[in-house]
C-alpha cells in the first residue's frame, strides 16, 4: 500500500458543511482558482464557504438540472445563444420540464464580437418577445462561456449587456465555465483583432440603477475539463442568490458527490504549485495543437471560426453540402449526410452543427486536442474526401439534377436512392414510421408489405451527384431495389389506407373490406378487426389513423359518409362513437389530441372536438381528397379536385395560400398532398401525366413542390414508370373513352412527418421510390 503524502485520506471536515450541502475543504480551495482570483472578482461575490454546492453525478449537469428546477416552473422557458453545448436540451428540460429558446445570431462568430453586443441583445429581445407570443415566458438565459463548440470567449462589455437584458426582464443569467482555464492569449479573428481573454460573469458587479442584479448572476465550473478529471464527477454552482441557494441545497442532499472524489480532488488544489504547473503546461500543449491545426486548415483550404479556448474548433463545410443553394436551405439532414461520408470515408468524425442547435448550415466542431502526430493526418484524410467531392458553392451552380431532369428552385431532395417493386399491384399509400428506417404500403392486390429500404448489398455512400454535371456516355447506376421484411395478408380487397402506432408495434388498415384492421407488426397478425358487421361500415373504408393515449383509439372514415371511432382496448363491436353530419363519402382524416378532422366529398372539412362535442365546418367547395395538419395544429393543408391546395387558418377559416399551377391537375383521383422539408414546402403527386410510349404507356410520374410561404411552384420531379411496365386494367375517362395511362403519383410520405431528409412516393406503377439520404 502506498505511504506518506501519497496516501489520500478524506478529511473529517469534509462532510461537516451540511448547512450549504458541499464540502468546506473543497469549497476554501477551489476558491483560489484563477478565474475566481480577487483582481477580476470583487470581494464578497464569492462566498463558497455558503454559497457552492458540490454535486453529484454529472459534473455541471448536475447543477444545470437543479437550476432547472430552481429558476423555472414547468413550461416556462430558459433561453441559450447558439450555437451551444449538445446535452443543453437534456440537462435543462428531461427533468424540469422547460422550454429551450433558442438566440440565433448571424453570422456565428458576431456574438464574440465587442462591437456586435448591441446586435447581440436585439437578438435576445427578438426571441424573448417570440417565446411570449407563443405562450412560454423566459426565466433565464444560459450561456456556455467559453463557447461549445466555438470555443471562443465573451468580452466583457457584452457579458455586462447581457446581465442588464436579465435584470430588466427579471432573469437568471447562468454561465457554464467549465472551460474558463483552457485558454490562451494571442489569437487573432479574420480583421486582425485579438480575441478577447476569459472573463467571468462573477466579475460583473451589481448595479440595480441600471438594470444588473448580481443576485441573479450564477457560474458553473466543474473538474472534467481544465483538469481531466471526468471520473470525479464533480460539479461546482456558484450563486449570490440566497432564496434560490436555500431551495437547491435541499436539493443537493440527494446528490452529493464521493467523499473520497472531493478529497482526491482537495488534496490537487492543495499544491498550489501543482495546480500552477498543471495549467501552465496545459495550456502551453493546447495552444500548440491549436495553432497546429489551423494552420493544416489553412493549407487545405478549409475555412474556421477562430478560436482561444476549448478543445475544439467550428469548421464551415456550407460549400461542400450535397445542396447549392445552403444559403435559404436550413435543413441539418444535409449535414447528417456529409458527416456520415466522412467517417465512413475517411476515417474522420465531426460533429454536426445541428446537434449544437446552429441555424447555419455545414457547421461542424472538429476536437484537436489528440496525439499531435493525429492532427496532420486527419486533416490531409479531411481534405482529400471533400476534394473527392467535387462540389462547389451555390454560385457556380445555378441548378441541380436528378434523373437527368433538371430542378427549378431550391427545394432539397436528392438522388431516387431505392425502389420497393411489386410489378403485380398499384402502391395505393405509404408510410414511414418513426424514426424513418422501413417503409409499409398497401396495395391493390390485397397485400400489405414492409420493406426496409436501406440496400442489403451495401451501405448507402453519400453522393455529390445532385449538384455535379453528367459526363456525356456514362450510364446512371442502377437504383437498388429494397428488401422484403414480412407480408401482411388478409385483405379481401384492395388496401387503401394505412396508420402505424407511435410506438411502431402495431398498425391498422382500412380498404374495399368494410372494415378496419389491427395488426401486430412483428408476428404479421391482426389482432383486432373492427366493422364487418352491423355496427360498421357498410361500404368500403377510405381512411384510418390511431388517436387517444397511447393510441389506443382507430378512427375509420368510410364510402359510407360516416366517421367511426374504436376502442382498441375494449372487445366490443361497436364503435365507441359515429360521426355522420358528412354528406358524401370521407376520403381523408387528421387527428390531434381531442380532436378528429374529415374531408369529405361534398367539399367540406368537418372539425370534431370529441370532448367538447363541437363540430366546425370549413367550406372549401371542391371535393376534398387530402388533409395534413401543421406541426404546430394552427393550419391545414387541403387537397381538392379543383386543382388546387389550399392552406387553411384553422381559428379563422380562412384561405392563407392556395398551391396550383397550369400544368398540374387533381380532378380525378385522389392524389395526396403533404408538408415536407420542415414544413417548407408543399409537396403533391401528379394525376395524369402524358404517356411517353404507345397509347401513353410508359409515362413517368411528377412529384410537385411549392413554396409554403410565398405559393410558388419550386420545383417538379420526374419518377419513371419501371421498364417494359404494362397496366393490367383499362382506364375509361368521363367521356368513355379509354385514357392515356402514365404512373400516376397518388399516395406519398416523408420521414419524420415532414422533418426528416427522405420521402416516398408511389402510384399506379407499383413502384415506391424513396428519395433522400439512408
Known amino acids: 500500500m502506498a505511504s506518506g503524502k501519497h496516501v489520500i485520506k478524506p478529511s473529517s471536515r469534509a462532510l461537516a458543511n451540511l448547512e450549504s450541502g458541499g464540502f468546506i475543504d473543497l469549497e476554501n480551495e477551489a476558491s483560489k482558482l484563477p478565474q475566481y482570483d480577487p483582481a477580476t472578482c470583487p470581494d464578497g461575490v464569492i462566498d463558497l464557504s455558503g454559497a457552492i454546492n458540490a454535486t453529484r453525478y454529472g459534473d455541471v449537469m448536475g447543477p444545470k438540472d437543479m437550476m432547472a428546477f430552481g429558476m423555472c416552473d414547468p413550461g416556462e422557458g430558459i433561453m441559450v445563444i447558439t450555437p451551444t453545448y449538445i446535452m443543453f436540451p437534456h440537462d435543462l428540460c428531461a427533468r424540469a420540464g422547460v422550454s429551450l429558446i433558442k438566440v440565433n445570431p448571424e453570422p456565428i462568430e458576431s456574438q464574440f464580437d465587442e462591437k456586435s453586443a448591441p446586435l447581440l441583445i436585439e437578438e435576445i429581445s427578438r426571441a424573448y418577445i417570440a417565446a411570449l407570443a407563443d405562450g412560454i415566458v ?20 457584452s457579458l455586462v449587456e447581457i446581465a442588464r437584458f436579465c435584470g430588466q426582464k427579471n432573469m437568471h443569467l447562468l454561465s457554464d465555465e467549465i472551460y474558463a482555464m483552457s485558454t490562451f492569449a494571442g489569437i487573432t479573428d479574420a480583421d486582425g483583432q485579438t480575441l478577447p481573454p476569459f ?8 448595479d440595480p440603477p441600471r438594470g444588473v442584479l448580481a443576485e441573479n448572476i450564477h457560474c458553473m465550473y466543474g473538474a472534467s475539463k481544465d483538469f481531466g478529471c471526468g471520473g470525479l464527477r464533480l460539479g461546482f454552482l456558484v450563486t449570490r442568490n440566497e432564496l434560490l441557494w436555500r431551495s437547491l441545497r435541499r436539493l443537493v442532499l440527494f446528490t452529493w458527490v464521493s467523499t473520497f472524489s472531493t478529497a482526491f480532488f482537495t488534496h490537487f488544489l492543495l499544491d498550489e504549485e501543482a495546480v500552477g504547473r498543471h495549467l501552465k503546461i496545459y495550456r502551453e500543449r493546447l495552444e500548440a495543437q491549436y495553432r497546429l491545426t489551423t494552420q493544416l486548415l489553412k493549407e487545405s483550404g478549409i475555412p474556421f471560426v477562430p478560436a482561444n479556448s476549448g478543445v475544439f474548433i467550428f469548421i464551415k463545410l456550407t460549400a461542400w453540402l450535397d445542396h447549392g443553394e445552403h444559403s435559404a436551405e436550413r435543413d441539418g439532414s444535409r449535414e447528417m449526410r456529409l458527416c456520415r461520408y466522412l467517417l465512413h470515408e475517411a476515417g474522420v468524425f ?26 496532420p493526418i486527419a486533416i490531409q484524410r479531411l481534405a482529400k474526401a471533400l476534394e473527392e467531392l467535387k462540389l462547389r458553392p451555390a454560385s457556380q451552380s445555378s441548378s441541380s439534377s436528378m434523373s437527368g431532369q433538371n430542378i427549378k428552385g431550391t427545394m432539397n431532395v436528392a438522388e431516387d436512392l431505392t425502389r420497393v417493386s411489386r410489378r403485380t399491384s398499384i402502391a395505393r399509400f405509404l408510410l414511414c414510421p418513426s424514426p424513418g428506417t422501413y417503409i409499409l404500403t398497401g396495395s391493390a392486390d390485397r397485400n400489405i408489405r414492409l420493406y426496409n429500404p436501406a440496400s442489403h448489398n451495401q451501405p448507402q455512400r453519400y453522393s455529390s451527384a445532385i449538384n455535379s454535371s453528367k459526363t456525356p456516355g456514362t450510364t446512371k447506376p442502377a437504383v437498388p431495389e429494397a428488401r422484403l421484411i414480412q407480408t401482411y395478408t388478409a385483405h379481401g380487397y384492395e388496401v387503401l389506407d394505412l396508420s402505424v402506432s407511435s410506438d411502431n408495434e402495431r398498425f391498422a388498415s382500412v380498404g374495399g373490406d368494410r372494415a378496419a384492421f389491427l395488426w401486430d407488426v412483428a408476428t404479421a397478425k391482426t389482432i383486432r378487426r373492427f366493422g364487418g ?63 378528429v378532422i374529415a374531408g369529405s366529398v361534398d367539399g367540406r372539412v368537418r372539425s370534431y372536438d370529441v370532448r367538447m362535442g ?8 371542391a371535393s376534398v381528397t387530402s388533409l395534413k395538419l401543421t406541426r404546430d395544429g394552427k393550419a391545414m393543408l387541403v387537397g381538392s379536385l379543383d386543382s388546387k391546395i389550399r392552406l387553411m387558418d384553422r381559428e379563422s377559416g380562412t384561405c392563407l395560400k392556395t398551391y396550383a399551377d397550369d400544368g398540374w391537375r387533381n380532378e380525378e383521383l385522389r392524389v395526396q398532398a403533404v408538408l415536407g422539408s420542415k414544413e417548407k414546402y408543399v409537396i403533391a403527386g401528379d394525376e395524369l401525366t402524358a404517356g411517353t410510349g404507345p397509347s401513353g404507356l410508359n409515362g413517368d410520374g411528377k412529384i410537385w413542390a411549392w413554396d409554403l410561404l410565398t405559393g410558388k411552384l419550386v420545383a417538379t420531379v420526374r419518377v419513371p414508370c419501371p421498364e417494359g411496365f404494362e397496366p393490367k386494367k383499362r382506364m375509361l375517362g368521363k367521356d368513355g373513352k379509354e385514357k392515356e395511362r402514365s404512373n400516376v403519383i397518388s399516395c406519398m410520405a416523408w420521414r419524420a412527418d415532414g422533418w426528416g431528409d427522405q420521402f416516398c412516393v408511389g402510384g399506379t406503377s407499383g413502384i415506391a421510390t424513396v428519395f433522400g439520404s439512408l
Open 199 to 206: 472573463t467571468s460573469v462573477l466579475s460583473i458587479q451589481d
Open 533 to 595: 358487421n352491423a355496427h360498421g361500415h357498410t361500404a368500403r373504408v377510405n381512411c384510418v389513423s390511431f388517436a387517444g393515449d397511447g393510441d389506443s383509439l382507430v378512427i375509420s372514415g368510410g364510402f359510407d359518409t360516416s366517421v367511426r371511432v374504436w376502442d382498441a382496448k375494449s372487445n366490443s363491436a361497436k364503435p365507441i362513437q359515429v360521426l355522420d353530419e358528412a354528406k358524401d363519402a370521407i376520403t381523408a382524416l387528421a387527428v390531434r389530441d381531442a380532436e
Open 614 to 621: 363541437r363540430c366546425v365546418t370549413d367550406v372549401i367547395g
Open 138 to 157: 423566459p426565466k433565464a438565459l444560459l450561456l456556455c462561456n467559453p463557447s461549445n463548440p466555438c470555443g471562443r470567449t465573451y468580452p466583457s462589455t
Open 350 to 375: 465531426l460533429s454536426p452543427g445541428e446537434l449544437s442547435l446552429s441555424t447555419v448550415p455545414g457547421c461542424f466542431r472538429l476536437v484537436y486536442t489528440d496525439k499531435r502526430e493525429y492532427m
